[in-house]
């Protein structure tokens, strides 16, 4: 009589059958609890977050993996398929599919890595540099276009390309007219800063009036906002912060002072008091335009004659940086001008100061790394029993 053949339970069908997904879920499991564990938290910026949608590629790749690729693989003939079909895999036979779980675990990674996880860290970095806070003139009379295209643009264009080669620097902004006001503070952000710079227009603040003293006393209180005042070191109150030994004013005007509320010549003793040098840079020339032509321009506006010139008072300019150690100048172009902001730093002592600047770390390979050891196993286990016959 023949034996009865034996036939597997259906719990062993569907274990055998869910087998490559379990073995997916521990080997994936590890890396799934630290990387939730190591790349979470408010430090942790995902540069691109669209990476994530080719976590889709894992489903499919475990479909290929599981079922198609088993389907496109050559069989065997075998006389007695009912048997071996009953016939229970064991360990081994369930550990088969371990170099495609690899190979998908290593695409969850890798997906992952292309989210580029950067933690930001803000790293104590030792600079050297000088503070400096550039004090602009807005009046009206800075439309004048003796220098091209008109002294506003002119000296923005200059101060522009001095802050992109001062990174070591704290630079700070302040703009006047008939009043001052602080456009940017001291700060070594010059992307920041310069587009404050390119926000500044005529017409930005009142440019009836030139207020040089005011614009010296803010910045010099713009500068003071790293020292303490010489008042406080006396009584004890004042817990002063170091920053750069060397302290600096750039004045661009052209006019003279008609509207300050703090005479000018006080604010350089101030300035002197703390250590602060004021260089000072007249732009435009001063004299009267050429005779033009009488007539009208194409808008039926009438022209000719000489224009109105404003005054101007380079001695006054000159006492204020006299009077802190710095330098007066004169800048009748554009490459003048330049050549006057060149000038300034060239023999000023440079410090030691310690700034924070924000630092994004890459994570990229915590995620890369173990990828490429995973395929690299795939490939050495494919090597072995767990080849694929035929």
Request: glycine share 6%; proline share 5%.
């Amino acid at each position: 009589m023949a034996e009865r053949p034996h036939t597997r339970s259906t719990g062993a069908r569907i274990l055998d059958a869910l087998a490559p997904y379990l073995l997916t879920v521990a080997v994936a499991l590890p890396f799934a609890i630290y990387y939730s564990l190591t790349l979470r938290g408010k430090d942790i910026h995902w540069r691109h977050t669209w990476a994530f949608l080719l976590l889709a590629a894992v489903p499919l790749a475990a479909w290929v993996g599981f079922h198609l690729e088993r389907k496109r693989t050559g069989t065997l003939i075998f006389s007695r398929t009912h048997d071996l079909a009953n016939t229970s895999q064991g360990l081994f036979g369930r550990l088969l599919h371990l170099p495609q779980v690899l190979r998908i675990v290593a695409i969850a990674l890798v997906a992952t890595a292309l989210a580029r996880p950067q933690k930001l860290t803000a790293d104590q970095t030792e600079v050297e540099g000088i503070d400096i806070v550039i004090a602009l003139d807005v009046s009206n009379s800075m439309q004048e276009n003796d220098l091209l295209p008109d002294r506003i643009t002119a000296a923005k264009r200059v101060i522009d390309q001095f802050i992109k080669r001062r990174e070591s620097d704290r630079i700070g902004l302040v703009i006047f007219g008939k009043e001052a006001f602080t456009q940017c503070p001291l700060t070594l952000d010059n992307r920041a800063l310069r587009m404050l710079l390119a926000d500044v227009r005529i017409g930005l603040i009142d440019g009836q009036g030139t207020a040089i003293g005011n614009a010296l006393g803010t910045a010099i209180n713009r500068l003071r906002d790293h020292e303490c005042d010489p008042k406080e070191k006396e009584a004890g109150t004042c817990k002063e912060r170091k920053g750069a030994k060397s302290k600096v004013v750039v004045l661009v005007t052209d006019g003279d002072d008609n509207a300050s509320k703090i005479d000018p010549r006080k604010a350089a003793k101030f300035a002197q008091s703390f250590g602060i040098k004021v260089f000072t840079i007249l732009i435009g020339r001063d004299t009267l335009v050429a005779e033009e032509p009488a007539g009208v321009d194409r808008f039926g506006n009438p022209i000719g004659g000489n224009r109105p010139r404003y005054p101007v008072n380079p001695k006054l300019l000159e006492e204020i940086a006299d009077q802190t150690g710095g330098m007066p100048y004169l800048a009748t172009d554009t490459d003048a001008l330049e050549k006057r902001f060149q000038a300034i730093l060239e023999d000023l002592d440079r410090s030691r100061l310690k700034a924070q600047k924000p630092h994004y770390a890459e994570l990229y390979p915590l995620l890369v790394t173990p990828a490429l050891a995973l395929v690299l196993l795939e490939i050495l286990l494919s090597l072995t029993r767990f080849r694929r016959f035929p």
